[in-house]
């Protein structure tokens, strides 16, 4: 090996190191570092530059703060100290260059033997290198971040190419292809690749998926005489997924996506280039072509890939926008608007990809107006979105500070996307909601707290929803309308029905009809001539409003059903009036959420409530709700009058939360968590409540405390709109007290069911308020059958003793969320833990659950897709896998136990319990399940009809699964159950 000197002097990474992750205890890895420097020498690496590296203090820094921050980094570089010290001598540059060239070498030899497990042996040996050499490059300041997705672009094409061509050499060798001895490989094969989204326009980031569409040109192709082209190219087409994506023991290449391919849900993963062009001529779509501006021919045969991207262009750039295309941009501008200036932007939980302020409104920024002037201006055709931003500034379509302030961000949230995934090689863009975990992210940021970081953050998503919200707004204008619209009189105005038209709703005279009807006093609400007065002030607003939503005749519907149910209009009109960018927000909500809309119906105070800026800062935490419970619960009269209040903050909250999830605060993942934590806080309060209540008239047990045990969806913090409370109530007290000690005495048993049965009346009685929520107490020991209350000790001797395995299933969920005080919660805990550390037989758990499975089954399960929690595949299927792994592996593996399904898989994956395959199906589900779950459950009231379903609905259900529109999102989902579905036999045997 060449010096130390030499290496430096080559521009190796280890001298060119500028910055650095932070570490919270950086003495914590100082032996880890030292050892694998050690392990790196002992196996053959050059000690002097072992040394030499280690001396500067810059690669210690970067070291420890990578280490402290990615255990998926920090897990490469144990497996391989000698790849470490290679990666950190070599120029990164001429590094990544041998890398490829090696990788090419590796598959040729591969294929003269065919030798399938060496060619993945191969890719998955150079993207493990890749991706280490990357993270360093990125985190140590070497390479840019557009370096870094450039790199990952490169590294992309270089495995696809290696596999295309490994396939295409082992089907001549079979004789099911003809290739000239001059054009080996599959350069002229007429198969084509297509890379789309961040990948054809290469700015892949550190563990993305690739989203490929694959195509063959008859003309072009060599397929020998009796063999179906198109057999055959489905067939070469899963072979090449198998190589990339299919997990093995040296791990995997790319998660690969072909979603993105027409009509995904009822064609072949490989289309001729003739039913591609018929299909994009006939049936493309506006969201197709926005999705073609990043396409590029990737692998196969590249010169017939960029032939039919030519072809395609008609399609994608349209010299002149049609009627249609112009409805298109401003369905989009609808979409742009819902929010607009509306609240600010919280950092924890927040989704920096499809969250407010996020990439996607920076790409979307650039797409929209590709579409419009790129038929025109060829030089906006470009695939990259900074190039893209600097032509629009060029032309003088955006000002230079705009593009500057969107290239800054968009650089700045990629950066950290990067770091997001750097942490456990998972394609999420979610930061963490605890906060201990966010401060995690900060330091391996390179921030030096959480406040600087959250400062950086807020003030980069305030600045994209800025420039996002205005765009449109100095761009000429497509189509105008007048606001003087006429809804008066017995025939519908011909201006006021075109106004309509050209406003977004496709039925003007039943929009005319509804108002009407309002300015007639249809409703108690606009019966007094003061509300009709305020009514036609608010009138143009409100029709402008329903305009801007994804569905204006359903949004201007659901307001017409909302009205109705409104005793008075006077101060709701003036609220709007008042208020435009509430105004907005009731229109989104009417276009998008039916289930809100009728709570708003009841409790108009809610409106009130929204205009806090504070509403979308962040999600309240526990000190802040009790706070606020305290504030309304004190202010009763009476203990009726709490119930009451407790019932007004308990609603208000929950409708926060929804309004938070539509409007893009917080991830739909975050609201299982919020929703939870409103339930805890009330429990716990109204616990508080209900003993001091009960202490007037019994006093109180001796050394008495009572522990409210929460099940199911509220102890796995996985809770919705909708969802019930599953409590056990446990109790212990002096075993020498008789009774209380009150004026009128009771046993200990009948005192602690009474103040059970007190709470559960308090938690599920309807008042004039309504409802708060209800009680399951089935989960208690002997169900329905046994007392409401349990003493401690008969608790841990049913669980020891008697419970049967669905039951320690359940208290798998099981944790405490109130109690009086003392010690209870810890020795609640503590016995908890003890049940389900015990050694079980895998077969007869195993055994049970599938029996439990298949009576779900029968009783409740469905075919339906969107039976998210009955379907195979679904909810019922997840929640079942992650139960039976906690059982059979606790006695080992404690740290695995959580109540919440997808943390507890993510310990699983840790612990090594279920493999990296098994984990990209299971930690994707149960978070697609659960957003979808979430969204449903705070827009609709039972079963969703999703022929019958609102546009907007759909949207957002396709925003939550980070789908291009709702039929792919369904597509995705089915192959989603099917995967989880297929993979219960596999894990639950």
């Known amino acids: 090996m060449a010096s130390a000197d030499r290496i430096e002097d080559s521009g190796a990474l280890f001298a060119r190191i500028g910055d650095w992750p932070k570490a919270a205890a950086p003495e914590r890895w100082e032996s880890d570092i030292a050892e694998l420097g050690a392990a790196a020498q002992a196996q053959g690496f050059d000690a002097v530059a072992v040394r030499e590296i280690l001396d500067r203090p810059e690669i210690k820094s970067l070291l420890t703060g990578t280490f402290a921050g990615s255990p998926y980094l920090t897990g490469l570089a144990r497996r391989n100290p000698v790849r470490l010290f290679r990666i950190l001598a070599a120029n990164p540059e001429e590094h990544f260059g041998a890398l490829k060239v090696a990788l090419g070498k590796a598959a040729a030899e591969a294929a003269k033997s065919g030798d399938q497990a060496a060619v993945m042996r191969a890719l998955r040996e150079f993207k493990s290198e890749v991706a280490l050499l990357t993270a360093l490059a990125d985190l140590g300041g070497v390479w840019p971040v557009m370096t870094v997705t450039r790199v990952l672009t490169e590294t992309a094409d270089a495995a696809l190419r290696a596999g295309v061509d490994y396939l295409f050499t082992k089907a001549a060798a079979k004789g099911e292809w003809i290739a000239p001895p001059d054009e080996p490989g599959a350069l002229a094969s007429g198969y084509i690749v297509l890379g789309m989204g961040k990948y054809g326009a290469g700015e892949l980031n550190y563990s993305s998926d690739i989203d490929l569409i694959v195509f063959f040109d008859r003309d072009r192709m060599r397929v020998k005489d009796g063999i179906e082209p198109q057999t055959f190219f489905v067939r070469l087409t ?150 893209t931003l600097e032509t629009l500034a060029e032309r003088g379509w955006i000002k230079d500070d705009v593009r500057t302030d969107l290239e800054s961000a968009y650089c700045f949230l990629r950066r950290i996307e990067h770091r997001l995934q750097m942490v456990a090689d998972e394609q999420t863009q979610l930061l963490p909601d605890d ?161 809100l809309a009728n709570v708003l119906s009841r409790r108009r105070r809610l409106l009130d409530a929204v205009l806090d800026p504070r509403t979308y800062a962040s999600r309240p935490s526990a000190d802040e709700l009790d706070e606020v419970i305290a504030t309304e619960l004190d202010a009763a009269a009476d203990f009726q009058g709490m119930l009451d209040s407790a019932r007004i903050v308990g609603s208000e909250q929950k409708f926060l939360i929804g309004v938070r999830v539509l409007s893009g605060t917080i991830d739909a993942s975050m609201a299982g968590g919020a929703y939870a934590l409103i339930a805890e806080r009330l429990i716990a309060a109204l ?35 909708a969802s019930d409370l599953d409590l056990i109530v446990v109790y212990d007290y002096d075993p020498e007290a008789q009774e209380s000690d ?78 009086t005080g003392g010690t209870i919660s810890a020795r609640v805990g503590r016995a908890i833990c003890d049940v389900l550390m015990r050694e079980r037989d895998r077969g007869k758990i195993a055994a049970d659950v599938r029996e439990m499975r298949e009576r779900v089954f029968a009783e409740k399960g469905s075919p339906d897709i969107w039976n998210l929690k009955h379907v195979r595949g679904g909810l019922v299927d997840l929640e079942f896998m992650a139960q039976f792994l906690e059982l059979i592996h606790a006695h080992k593996h404690s740290a695995i136990l959580d109540q919440t399904t997808y943390t507890a898989f993510e310990r699983m994956r840790e612990a090594g319990l279920i493999d990296a395959r098994q984990a990209d199906i299971l930690l994707p589900a149960t978070r697609l399940i659960h957003n979808l779950t979430q969204v449903l459950r705070i827009c609709t009231d039972g079963r969703f009809d999703r022929d019958a379903a609102p546009l907007g609905l759909k949207e957002l259900l396709a925003r939550a699964g980070d789908a291009p529109t709702f039929a792919i999102l369904e597509e995705h989902l089915k192959s989603t159950l099917n995967a989880v579905s297929e993979l219960f036999d596999e894990i639950v045997s």
């Open 238 to 387: 899963r072979e090449l997924i198998k190589l990339i994506q299919e997990h093995t023991a040296d791990g995997y290449v790319f998660r690969t996506d072909l979603r993105l391919r027409p009509d995904a849900g009822a064609t072949q993963i490989a289309m001729s280039t003739d039913a591609a062009m018929a299909y994009y001529e006939s049936f493309g779509q506006n969201w197709e072509r926005a999705a073609f501006i990043k396409a590029r021919a990737v692998a196969g045969d590249l010169i017939a890939g960029d032939a039919l991207l030519r072809e395609l262009q008609p399609f994608i750039w349209r010299k002149y926008l049609d009627f249609a295309a112009i409805a298109d941009v401003h369905a989009m501008k609808r979409q742009i608007n819902a929010f607009k200036g509306f609240g600010k932007i919280g950092v924890a939980g927040h989704n920096i990809k499809l969250g407010r302020g996020g990439i996607r409104e920076i790409e979307f920024f650039t797409q929209t107006q590709q579409l419009i002037a790129g038929g025109r201006q060829r030089d906006l055709r470009s695939r990259q979105t900074l190039q």
């Open 435 to 595: 906060p201990e975990r966010l401060e995690r992210v900060a330091l391996f940021s390179g921030y030096r707290d959480l406040p600087e970081f959250s400062a950086a953050m807020t003030a980069v998503l305030e600045k994209v929803q800025t420039h996002y919200a205005a765009l449109f707004e100095d761009m000429p204008t497509l189509t105008g309308h007048g606001s003087n619209m006429v809804f008066a009189g017995g025939e519908d105005d011909p201006e006021t029905v075109a106004a309509l038209k050209e406003m977004g709703f496709s039925q003007p005279s039943t929009v005319i009809a509804t108002v009407r009807g309002w300015h007639h006093g249809r409703y108690a609400a606009v019966r007094s001539p003061r509300s009709r007065e305020r009514l036609t002030e608010v009138q143009p607003l409100l029709i402008e409003a329903f305009s801007s939503t994804i569905d204006p005749d359903a949004a201007i519907a659901t307001f017409d059903r909302f009205l109705s149910k409104v005793p008075t209009g006077v101060q709701l009109f003036s609220l709007l009036r008042a208020h435009p960018a509430l105004l907005q927000l009731v229109a989104h909500i009417m276009g998008s959420a039916p289930r």
């Open 687 to 721: 616990l508080k409540a209900v003993e001091e209540e009960l202490a007037k008239t019994h006093g109180r047990v001796p050394g008495s405390e009572v522990a409210v045990i929460a099940m199911g969806k509220l102890g796995g913090r996985e809770m919705t709109a």
């Open 742 to 819: 009150g004026a009128k005495s009771l046993p200990p048993t009948q005192y602690f069911a009474r103040l059970t049965q007190r709470l559960i009346s308090a938690l599920s009685a309807h008042t004039s308020e309504g409802n708060l929520y209800d009680v399951d107490m089935r989960l208690r020991p002997s169900g329905q059958q046994g007392p409401v209350a349990t003493k401690l000790s008969s608790f841990l001797a049913y669980q020891t003793k008697e419970a049967w395995t669905w039951e320690h299933m359940a208290l798998v969920r099981a944790r405490v969320v109130a109690t």
